[in-house]
């Protein structure tokens, strides 16, 4: 803290303000207290090199700066989960949404289902566009009933469905809304919040010859606590996930663990393995069995890489 004075930054106590970080742009930071005023603070280099980078979600401790000036960040309150990829902390909600159009990438979807478990987040699926597809958020619905990951049909266009969602995020806390370029992200956060944030066919519009770099911002209003990320479509490997505990991440399978021939069974093609079992009598999802077993052997790749 001594060195903290000397290179002219308050040290802690007198003037000293928490707050969540809503934006961060460049070395620029916005954070919002309690009461909803916002205030712009810098990063040291040093504060980051040191420490961490901060992310959008964090709960922050900061020295405003007086007038126009820009005050600067302190201390990062340790973070409930952190998620990467997007760059987001504390999130308590993970809400993925999918789409008839784009196709679905619905090993992407597990993947990010995958982390969310292990960071301990809850999450839900948000089937869009269901004017397009109306059988689409069924399917869907049946292959994660047995994992209890809920599933809301919606059409953010035509503004249906989205009562539900709405009780669903309000009682989730923190959200994060994530998924595939064009799943209708944006569209979604303005129907449910009356916002005007830009969406897929009107920013390439507008955005032509214009920095198009979108970054995470939180954004709070009747209730919700909502992030709207860029959308991504890959999300590489974990280097640091043990194969064995990949199974823990699936819920469905909890019921059958204990029942399989082998103690040590990772539920692929073992003989007699209850999860196997489970699933061709139809009390699991083939299809999630399917992805899993593929999300297995890249983890044994990547282990076998780092490890050998
Ligand atoms: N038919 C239909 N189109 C939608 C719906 N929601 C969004 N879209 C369209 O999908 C495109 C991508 O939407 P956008 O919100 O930008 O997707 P994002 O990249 O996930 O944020 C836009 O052209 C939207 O008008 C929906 O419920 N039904
Ligand atoms: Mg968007
Ligand atoms: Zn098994």
């Known amino acids: 803290m001594a060195i903290e004075k000397a290179t002219g930054a308050p040290s802690s106590g007198t003037g000293m303000m928490q707050g969540v970080l809503v934006k961060g742009i460049g070395s620029f930071?916005?954070?919002?207290?309690?009461?909803?005023?916002?205030?712009?603070?810098?990063?040291?280099?040093?504060?980051?090199?040191?420490?961490?980078t901060p992310m959008t979600g964090d709960?922050?401790?900061?020295?405003p700066g007086r007038g126009e000036e820009h005050g600067w960040l302190e201390e990062i309150l340790p973070r409930v989960t952190e998620c990467l990829r997007p760059p987001v902390?504390?999130?308590?909600?993970?809400?993925?949404?999918i789409a008839p159009v784009p196709e679905p990438?619905?090993?992407?979807?597990d993947r990010?289902?995958?982390?969310?478990?292990?960071?301990?987040?809850?999450?839900?699926?948000?089937?869009?566009?269901?004017?397009?597809?109306?059988?689409l958020p069924d399917k869907i619905r049946r292959e994660y009933a047995a994992a209890s990951i809920p599933v809301y049909g919606v059409s953010a266009l035509r503004k249906q469905g989205l009562q539900e969602l709405r009780d669903a995020m309000e009682?989730?806390?923190?959200?994060?809304?994530?998924?595939?370029?064009?799943?209708?992200?944006?569209?979604?956060?303005?129907?449910?919040?009356?916002?005007?944030?830009?969406?897929?066919?009107?920013?390439?519009?507008?955005s032509r010859g214009k920095n198009t770099t979108r970054?995470?911002?939180?954004?709070?209003?009747?209730?919700?606590?909502?992030?709207?990320?860029?959308?991504?479509?890959?999300?590489?490997?974990?280097?640091?996930?043990?194969?064995?505990?990949?199974?823990?991440?699936?819920?469905?399978?909890?019921?059958?663990?204990?029942?399989?021939?082998?103690r040590e069974c990772l539920h692929d093609r073992e003989p007699g393995?209850?999860?196997?079992?489970?699933?061709?009598?139809?009390?699991?999802?083939?299809?999630?069995?399917?992805?899993?077993?593929?999300l297995l052997a890249e983890a044994r790749e990547v282990w076998r890489e780092r490890y050998d």
């Open 29 to 52: 930071y916005t954070v919002r207290t309690e009461q909803g005023t916002e205030y712009t603070v810098r990063c040291k280099k040093r504060f980051r090199r040191e420490r961490m």
């Open 59 to 63: 709960r922050v401790r900061f020295a």
């Open 215 to 262: 970054h995470t911002e939180l954004i709070e209003k009747d209730g919700l606590k909502v992030m709207d990320t860029a959308g991504f479509n890959l999300l590489e490997a974990e280097n640091a996930l043990e194969p064995e505990k990949l199974k823990e991440r699936w819920p469905e399978f909890a019921a059958y663990e204990g029942k399989c021939r082998f």
């Open 273 to 294: 393995c209850a999860v196997t079992e489970a699933a061709q009598q139809g009390e699991i999802s083939e299809e999630r069995l399917e992805r899993y077993r593929q």
């Open 105 to 109: 990438d619905m090993i992407l979807t």
């Open 112 to 135: 990010q289902i995958s982390r969310a478990i292990s960071q301990g987040m809850k999450v839900l699926i948000v089937v869009n566009k269901s004017d397009l597809d109306p059988g």
């Open 171 to 206: 009682a989730g806390g923190l959200c994060c809304l994530t998924g595939q370029s064009g799943a209708g992200k944006s569209t979604l956060l303005n129907s449910l919040l009356d916002l005007n944030l830009e969406t897929g066919s009107i920013s390439r519009k507008v």
């Open 89 to 97: 902390a504390n999130v308590t909600l993970l809400v993925i949404v």
